[in-house]
């Protein structure tokens, strides 16, 4: 019954940038802690960013830290991931996700495409 919908992937050169944007239902568990996951092609899904939605608190994988920002509009549940430098390592399907389950994520969005070219 949680929805995340995702918008802002695309295609883009090395050293580009792309915002992504998740708009999210109302759902207790999402009003605590919203994150990014993302999936390249061959390779397991892997956490990107994660925000306590409460005090701001945030976390970065270290492959994307110093270039990525995660926050949220916790009034209109709105969670964002601007994304800088981009690499083409960074190509991936990129998810919004929300909700602490087994140590990661508990709900994904539908994903949203990134790719990065040379």
């Known amino acids: 019954h949680l929805q995340l919908v995702e918008s802002g992937g695309g295609s883009v050169q090395a050293g580009g940038s792309l915002r992504l944007s998740c708009v999210a239902s109302?759902?207790?568990?999402?009003?605590?802690?919203m994150g990014w996951s993302r999936q390249a092609p061959g390779k397991k899904r892997e956490f990107v960013a994660d925000?306590?939605?409460?005090?701001?608190?945030?976390q970065y994988a270290d492959s994307v830290k110093g270039r990525f920002t995660i926050s949220k509009d916790n009034e209109k549940n709105i969670l964002s991931l601007q994304m800088n430098d981009l690499k083409p390592e960074d190509t991936a399907v990129y998810y919004c996700?929300?909700?602490?389950?087994?140590?990661?994520?508990?709900?994904w969005g539908q994903g949203t495409q990134v790719t990065v070219s040379s």
């Open positions: 996700a929300a909700c602490r389950h087994n140590g990661g994520f508990g709900y």
């Open positions: 109302r759902y207790e568990c999402a009003s605590y802690y």
């Open positions: 925000i306590d939605s409460m005090d701001g608190t945030t």
